[in-house]
T-cell receptor
Framework: SQTIHQWPATLVQPVGSPLSLECTVE??????LYWYRQAAGRGLQLLFY??????ISSEVPQNLSASRPQDRQFILSSKKLLLSDSGFYLC??????????FGSGTRLTVV | RKEVEQDPGPFNVPEGATVAFNCTYS??????FFWYRQDCRKEPKLLMS???SGNEDGRFTAQLNRASQYISLLIRDSKLSDSATYLC?????????????FGDGTTLTVKP
């Protein structure tokens, strides 16, 4: 069966520091992968999605970037975090027949 | 206007009640529809897909009205464990594309 791993679960980072969140998927090949962010009490905002290695589509311009160095690995990065980057970051993959499966999320607080 | 709109609630209902949520979408080209459940501080989890003919899974019934561009979720015989936020999701690119839009969610609290 397919599983998705995301880490770390929580992160507190100072303003201006770099960020790297990692997500890996097991049990499937060539999945579509996504990074979402959820602000407190709000819905999910799509940040990036990828349909294959090295293929990244950005949905929202900001100081974040994403990379897909391997088929089942998706990384979200920032060179310098802003206070507004705080939120709940969710990695997800989608299969051919139904919607998304989400990782357990990373709760990021920028201080 | 948001692409996908939900009544944020909260809906506070007693155990055993029937409760219904609606979700409207603006893009008439939308192809697939889902309801997700999100518990507090957890990731969303797929509750059910929504089919044109309507579909039922136990106490949950989902319906789609393409003409009026809305989907609904009906929960019968509410349980305490149904307390959560319910997210409506609309996809314009089929089930395997990156064009899903999430509603902000409707919060349900079921009380004893």
């Amino acid at each position: 069966s397919q599983t998705i791993h995301q880490w770390p679960a929580t992160l507190v980072q100072p303003v201006g520091s770099p960020l790297s969140l990692e997500c890996t998927v097991e049990g499937t090949s060539n999945p579509n992968l996504y990074w979402y962010r959820q602000a407190a009490g709000r819905g999910l905002q799509l940040l990036f999605y990828s349909v294959g290695i090295g293929q990244i589509s950005s949905e929202v311009p900001q100081n974040l970037s994403a990379s897909r160095p391997q088929d089942r690995q998706f990384i979200l990065s920032s060179k310098k975090l802003l206070l507004s980057d705080s939120g709940f970051y969710l990695c997800a993959w989608s299969g051919p027949t139904y919607g998304y499966t989400f990782g357990s999320g990373t709760r990021l607080t920028v201080v | 206007r948001k692409e996908v709109e939900q009544d944020p609630g909260p809906f506070n209902v007693p155990e055993g009640a029937t409760v219904a949520f609606n979700c409207t979408y603006s893009n008439s080209a939308s192809q697939s529809f889902f309801w997700y459940r999100q518990d507090c501080r957890k990731e969303p989890k797929l509750l059910m897909s929504v089919y044109s003919s309507g579909n039922e899974d136990g106490r949950f019934t989902a319906q789609l009205n393409r003409a009026s561009q809305y989907i609904s979720l009906l929960i019968r015989d509410s349980k305490l464990s149904d307390s959560a936020t319910y997210l409506c999701v609309v996809n314009t690119g089929g089930t395997n594309a990156g064009k899903s839009t999430f509603g902000d969610g409707t919060t349900l609290t079921v009380k004893p």
